[in-house]
């Protein structure tokens, strides 16, 4: 995630936030026996960004 602009906001009910800045896009991660089960946009408000 890092490698495309990301960086972890938080952790919060088994799922990693990423916020981009470049894009002004938040994304909820979860990932299950080592690998990402789902990637999907959320809300900016969940990083922390935006009202």
């Given amino acids: 995630m890092q490698s495309r602009g990301y960086r972890m906001e938080k952790f919060k009910d088994g799922g990693q936030y990423w916020w981009?800045?470049?894009?002004?896009?938040?994304?909820?991660?979860?990932?299950?026996?080592?690998?990402?089960?789902?990637v999907d946009k959320v809300g900016a408000g969940e990083c922390g960004h935006g009202g």
């Fill in 20 to 38: 981009n800045d470049d894009t002004d896009t938040c994304v909820r991660v979860v990932i299950a026996n080592g690998r990402y089960a789902s």
